[in-house]
């Protein structure tokens, strides 16, 4: 983590770890905070390689410490105050749902998604969907109504920053579902639309953001219907 390390050397490292884990399997358990810590940052780094070395680490720990122990280890990051922690914990929640099966983080998601101990619970949790969205693509559709239902309430939440988070998730949702899906979303339009007349700035971007990825292209009968 020191700054004053070079690629290469960082890379070697990353190795170290991934060979440790390949060793030790189950018996890592104990140090997965500890090594998430460490990791996380490369899910957000500048370079390429930085990004699919982390997420092969992770998912490797994933696969090795189960969904139970590293739900454990990053539960107490998903409310953080610092934003740069709950960005990094979001991206690796993703690529632990990638490595485990997204049905298996569901029912964790949408207790995250529901939480009324704090707005950045909900808002990690559904940055978390999105996230998810963006690194697995099409392969979501087949849970494409359930990350929808989990996080369509956040379209009314108090706190403005969830509302834009939830709005900008629909659309990595729609994105990588498209041409697919569109009946997954009839829930999320009508308060979508009238989200567009009562918002203003960032959080109206993303609702109109929303709005034209779920209705294609090719479909403009649905604008005029709605």
Not at 1 to 20: G, W
Not at 74 to 86: G, H
Not at 123 to 147: D, E, M, Y
Request: with cysteine; charged share 20%; net charge neutral.
């Amino acid at each position: 983590m020191q700054p004053t390390l070079e690629d290469q050397e960082r890379h070697l490292l990353v190795k170290v770890i991934d060979r440790v884990l390949y060793k030790l399997d189950e018996l890592v358990r104990p140090f997965v905070h500890k090594i998430l810590v460490v990791i996380e940052p490369l899910l957000i780094d500048e370079d390429y390689y930085a990004h699919v070395e982390g997420r092969e680490i992770i998912s490797n720990l994933s696969k090795a410490a189960g969904l139970a122990t590293m739900i454990a280890a990053m539960r107490p990051d998903i409310d953080n105050i610092d934003e740069y922690v709950r960005n990094t914990t979001a991206s690796a929640f993703s690529v632990v749902a990638s490595a485990l099966g997204i049905p298996a983080l569901l029912p964790f998601l949408r207790a995250v998604c529901q939480s009324k101990k704090s707005w950045q619970a909900r808002h990690t949790g559904i940055k978390i969907v999105q996230q998810i969205a963006i690194l697995i693509g099409f392969a979501v559709l087949p849970h494409l109504r359930s990350l929808v239902e989990i996080i369509e309430h956040g379209l009314n939440d108090e706190n403005q920053k969830v509302r834009t988070i939830t709005a900008l998730s629909l659309a990595a949702l729609a994105e990588v579902a498209a041409p697919y899906g569109i009946e997954s979303f009839d829930s999320v339009l009508e308060p979508l639309w009238k989200g567009t007349r009562s918002h203003r700035g960032k959080v109206l971007a993303a609702f109109l953001k929303a709005i034209g990825y779920i209705i294609p292209q090719n479909m403009p009968g649905s604008i005029q219907r709605e």
